[in-house]
């Protein structure tokens, strides 16, 4: 019993002392810690209450028209510029030049020697890409001399230079659209858009009519081109196909035996010169 009461004894001591020892470090930690959360909360009372400043970084002060001026022009919005004249630039290829026609013609003349993937279509657009930018050279010249060198020169300001500049290609495609009597088509798009007056000549059409009346006057344009290329290679598959039936020979596919035919034919006539000569001749005198 003696033994017992000592350590009920010891216990209660330990667990005292324990109580003590808690106490006490609470008493040194807790308001050093309150202190801090009170002088940390009235610090960013402090920050937040200040104002705000107004001040914009030196190149992005003076506005759109500070932006788009040759002086005003840093070199991440010209390397933007220029990214978004890149990603344009197909779509502007495909609309505005010579490329539809040559590259539909270009298609026909491989359809119809029937030599499949033969040219590769990588051979046949860059064929197309280097005639266009043939053609169409005399145009960007224009395009750079009366747009894009005054306004790299700090001479016009940036809608004169639009303006300017696409006046040269406006030209060209009506000229086009009027070469090849395809004015029914301006026509066309002039009913169902918002312009409301009559224009007398091509330089009155905006663009928005202009360019979509140039891309359907240019398919009509490349269509009948195709067909005068196409007609040859057709009498030849009919005639060996004629010569074909009449020998018996019903198992063999007409066109492995006249495709060596068209293609003597095409060497021999030296079509590649032909076609390309006939794409050239379409747009002399325009540009």
């Known amino acids: ?19 003590a020892l808690a ?18 909360e009235s610090s960013s009372d402090n920050v937040s209450n200040r104002p705000i ?14 932006w788009t001026s040759p002086e005003g022009l840093s070199s991440t919005l010209q390397v933007m510029l220029l990214l978004t ?14 490329f539809i026609r040559i590259i539909v013609v270009l298609g026909f003349v491989r359809q119809a020697l029937g030599t499949q993937n033969l040219p590769p279509s990588q051979v046949i657009t860059g064929l197309a890409l280097f005639m266009t930018v043939f053609i169409m050279m005399p145009v960007w010249k224009e395009v750079y001399s009366d747009s894009i060198r005054p306004y790299t020169n700090r ?22 659209i009027e070469r090849c009597g395809n004015s029914d088509d301006v026509w066309l798009f ?17 663009l928005s009519v202009i360019v979509p009346a140039f891309m359907l ?6 269509f009948l081109i195709g067909f005068q290329i196409y007609l040859p290679f057709l009498i ?50 325009i540009t």
């Open 1 to 19: 019993m003696g033994r017992q009461t000592n350590d009920r004894k010891q216990t209660t001591a330990r667990l005292l002392f324990a109580c």
């Open 155 to 176: 001479e016009i300001t940036l809608e004169e230079a639009w303006e300017l500049g696409s006046r040269p290609i406006h030209r060209f495609m009506s000229a086009q």
């Open 217 to 222: 006057s240019e398919l009509k344009t490349a």
């Open 53 to 66: 400043s107004l001040e914009l970084p030196e190149g992005l002060s003076g506005g759109p028209k500070a």
């Open 236 to 285: 030849i598959d009919m005639v060996v196909a004629s010569v074909m039936v009449s020998m018996g020979m019903l198992m063999v596919p007409p066109v492995m035996v006249s495709l060596p035919f068209k293609l003597l034919l095409f060497v021999l006539l030296d079509g590649w010169h032909l076609v390309v000569e006939m794409l050239m001749q379409s747009f002399q005198g």
């Open 190 to 206: 002039l009913e169902h858009s918002s312009y409301d007056q009559e224009p007398e000549t091509y330089d009155e059409v905006p």
């Open 23 to 40: 106490v006490g470090l609470w008493y040194l930690v807790v308001p050093q810690s309150f202190a801090q959360q009170i002088g940390s």
């Open 85 to 98: 004249v890149l990603s344009l630039a197909p779509a502007i290829l495909l609309m505005t030049t010579s």
